[in-house]
């Protein structure tokens, strides 16, 4: 194991002998690092804590430090990350509170930019990317392959949909739309399919084609909300992703941005 001399690490941690713990970091009880993760320098490590394989922190980040919540007196919650992520300098992931499960998620391959804030609770899927100083408030969901960009404050207990891009320095106070684009050029808006995104993942130009004609009957067309549901759920061929579609602006607590 690469334990740097200036490192502490405690005696009641996990950490496989594959890890590199760099100058000046702090790793407490109770958190397990999986294999081939690296922390570069001045990291911060506190448990309950579990970490996946292949990892890597950069200097000055704080993960899993006790969650900001008035209410939170000092509950063994947790945060769980995955493998092949990237935390880059001064971000900050907080465990959960009771209140809201007791669990912070993180999952695989995401890459989490300098100065970013992910808060108690809240829910990070696979792929995903947090721009510079984005901020989550508890109870967050971001879903698979979404992209948050810059400075973009999201209001606790919002959801985030798949394959979603946010554009820099949006507030977000409501659930945003899976595959949209949404951004704060005009007033807080969505604007649209996220086509460039689709394609880059794979998506055939029929699956796009269907994206963008229920898209069309959600923000272009005279139906409101409802009505828009409806007609899309009498499209025998709409496809899995227009479902997909549906059910996240059904189960929305929040309102979703139109």
Not at 66 to 84: F, I, N, S, V, W
Not at 179 to 192: D, I, L, Q, W
Not at 212 to 223: E, F, I
Request: hydrophobic residues 35%; charged residues 20%; contains cysteine.
């Amino acid at each position: 194991m690469n334990i740097h001399s200036t490192a502490v690490v405690d005696p009641k941690a996990k950490v496989h002998s594959s890890c590199e713990i760099g100058p000046h970091c702090v790793v407490g009880a109770n958190v397990e690092l999986g294999e081939n993760c690296r922390l570069l320098s001045h990291v911060a490590l506190q448990g309950p804590t579990t970490i996946g394989s292949y990892n890597t922190f950069f200097p000055f980040c704080s993960i899993g430090m006790a969650p900001q919540d008035l209410t939170y007196k000092g509950e063994p919650t947790r945060l769980e990350m995955g493998d092949h992520n990237e935390i880059r300098e001064f971000v900050t992931i907080n465990r959960g509170t009771v209140k809201g499960g007791g669990i912070t998620r993180v999952g695989n391959h995401s890459l989490i930019m300098a100065y970013c804030h992910i808060a108690h609770d809240c829910q990070i899927g696979d792929n995903v990317i947090m721009a510079n100083a984005a901020t989550l408030g508890g109870h967050v969901t971001v879903e698979d392959w979404a992209q948050v960009g810059a400075l973009c404050p999201v209001h606790h207990f919002v959801r985030i949909g798949k394959y979603a891009f946010v554009g820099g320095g949006t507030t977000i106070t409501r659930d945003v739309l899976p595959f949209s684009k949404t951004a704060a050029e005009r007033g807080t808006s969505a604007y649209g399919v996220n086509a460039v995104g689709l394609e880059r993942r794979g998506f055939s130009k029929e699956r796009i084609r269907k994206i963008h004609h229920a898209y069309k009957l959600l923000l272009a067309s005279k139906l409101n909300t409802s009505q828009a549901l409806e007609k899309m759920k009498s499209e025998a061929d709409r496809g899995e992703d227009v479902d997909l579609l549906i059910r996240f602006i059904e189960s929305s607590e929040r309102g979703v941005i139109k």
